[in-house]
């Protein structure tokens, strides 16, 4: 287990970087939060997945997030969306198809009841686009000063798609990482809005579901190894995450990584790596050779993965390392991210 | 449909009132939140329920909650265990009994890692009484003065106990209202150390779960015909919404009621109504008459209702009404707690 190192210098108290879904995230979890649970030693060793599979034998999956996205509303998006998106994908991403959702209200005395009911709407939206009910609630209301606005805590459960068990365990030598749109988008849009800068425009958050393109990765059967959304900690968090639960080696091609161009420019900007920014709309995926070219073909059927490209393999070196190589034949160690880059981005 | 005449008029901000359990939080859930997520019309009219039945046709139950209570610790339980606690009794009372639990933590920068660490141990030693594990979860950190220390989203998913069926719909005429321990003591305990109410003494939450003292009762069948925890809003609301949802008049016996004497000493004190204050480890069951001896004997042989108690039961009388025949012999209509009386209790 973990010495948990830096958590506790840091005068023992919780850090903004601790929800950032990098190093520090995972420091928390492995060295305070699941040995508190009960869930220390040989339970920490399992890979730590978007959802969890139920003790039901059905093949019945469930996952939590809690959203604090500032602000509410922004580009192409906003809590209720997000938080709706973000959780049919955490159960898309074990192979999962949305069954239902349950939502938890945590507002600040004052939010404007207007502000409220745009969201409550547009997550009621969303819900209806994916095709999944919301089934139970419940609301607090905490006094002002002691939350900000609104978060949104949501719950799915789903029921496996037949044939398919993605896991971030499952990558394994020779793979193709398959990556399904754009990066960075989400991240560059939040930003945007939170710090009004004039100079980023025509970036709308990605949110969206992708349950319906794993339903389509579904001929992929047990060739589809592992899936995961890059949101927090972006791209390279999600890599090395899928390296370390895989003991694998994986190489990425800079040249291939789709950043669009405002994204680039405002990454460039602000002295962020487009690897490291949110992403709401798209999906990396494990696949064994033989089936990438019909992978890439079956995404593409789809909208949301319309840009669909191959970005990398897994291949001989050190397990548990992301390597990128750059525009000018260099290799660089793609590490995870620390801490929070951007705090509050879903 | 409700014509949303409160939340309007108070400058359409959302008020403390909106998240206490009372008419302020019906109306914000009958007058937007249902309409904006699309649940309007005639979905509203189905009985709100503490836990929602899933699309899966076999029996599986979810329910979430939100918990925001101040002070973290508090005399006989903390966030943590109340989580738990509440979650698995919303299952309970659907009765259903708790296979799985999720937990989402919003934490505010700056926590104590040695107060999380207690309140995520407290949390674990609950699941593990309950007998039930938790399989996801997910922490956000947001920054200093953008949340109070922690909130803790539970969601619980459980399965149907063959043969149970309760509702709060489902009461009916000469039904005997059964409660399963003294009321008032959780709200009084948080008040008192929130408070720092030193002449409150020997007075420590009642948090625990129920879904035994459920289980205990299967052998009614189809005689047990609702039950519900009163949280917040008190023994009061509760009565309220089964009345409501059920369209029966329920009577209740003042001299019945067990309200432990230094619950009754600080409610007067502080201008408080026992049947107002929210409750964390007792229940309220409706049973046919016939059934409501052994459905006692039942509950006393367990500890969680050693002291179950009948306290009324549902008469003539116009429907949707609780009326309280006091001490004197007069009578009064008990009604649904307006707002706050203690907020942040749970």
Redesign the interface.
């Known amino acids: 287990m973990i010495d948990c190192p830096l958590?506790?210098v840091e005068d023992?108290?919780?850090?903004?970087?601790?929800?950032?879904g990098g190093r520090l995230?995972a420091e928390?979890?492995d060295a305070?939060?699941l040995p508190?649970?009960?869930?220390g030693g040989a339970a920490t060793s399992a890979p730590l997945e978007d959802?969890?599979?139920?003790?039901?034998d059905?093949g019945?999956v469930?996952?939590?997030?809690?959203?604090?996205v500032?602000p509410l509303f922004f580009p192409g998006g906003d809590i209720g969306a997000l938080a709706v998106n973000g959780t049919v994908n955490d159960l898309a991403m074990r192979g999962a198809h949305p069954?239902?959702l349950?939502?938890?209200?945590?507002?600040?005395?004052?939010?404007?009841?207007?502000d409220?009911?745009a969201v409550?709407?547009s997550?009621?939206?969303a819900?209806?686009d994916a095709g999944v009910?919301?089934?139970?609630?419940?609301?607090?209301?905490?006094?002002r000063?002691?939350?900000?606005k609104l978060?949104v805590?949501t719950?799915g459960?789903g029921?496996r798609i037949p044939g398919l068990d993605p896991s971030a365990a499952r990558a394994r030598r020779g793979d193709r990482v398959l990556l399904s749109g754009p990066i960075g988008v989400h991240g560059v849009a939040v930003l945007s809005e939170r710090e009004n800068l004039g100079f980023v425009t025509d970036v709308a958050s990605d949110t969206r579901p992708l349950h319906r393109l794993v339903q389509t990765l579904a001929p992929l059967g047990g060739h589809l190894h592992t899936l995961r959304d890059p949101t927090r900690g972006g791209l390279a968090a999600s890599l090395n995450e899928i390296a370390g639960a895989s003991r694998i080696h994986v190489e990425i091609d800079e040249e291939s990584l789709p950043v669009p161009e405002p994204v680039a420019g405002a990454c460039e900007l602000l002295g962020l790596d487009p690897l490291h920014v949110a992403n709401e709309g798209c999906m990396v995926a494990f696949v064994a050779a033989e089936v990438a070219g019909d992978a890439l073909r079956l995404m593409r059927s789809l909208p949301e993965g319309a840009d669909a490209v191959a970005v990398g393999e897994v291949t001989d070196g050190p397990p548990g390392r992301v390597v990128l190589r750059t525009l000018v034949g260099a290799r660089r160690v793609l590490d995870m991210p620390l801490g929070e880059q951007l705090?509050?981005i879903c």
């Not at 959802?51 to 039901?56: C, D, G, I, Q, S």
């Not at 349950?102 to 207007?114: D, Q, R, S």
């Not at 000063?145 to 900000?148: I, L, M, V, W």
Request: net charge negative.
């Open positions: 958590p506790r023992d108290r919780v850090l903004l970087g601790h929800g950032a995230s928390l979890l305070l939060i508190a649970l009960g869930r959802a969890a599979v139920l003790p039901t059905d019945l469930v996952t939590t997030d809690g959203f604090v500032s069954l239902a349950t939502v938890a209200l945590v507002i600040e005395e004052g939010l404007g009841l207007a409220l009911e409550v709407t997550l009621g939206k819900a209806n009910p919301v089934v139970a609630g419940d609301t607090k209301v905490v006094g000063g002691h939350a900000d978060f805590t719950t459960v029921r705090p509050r």
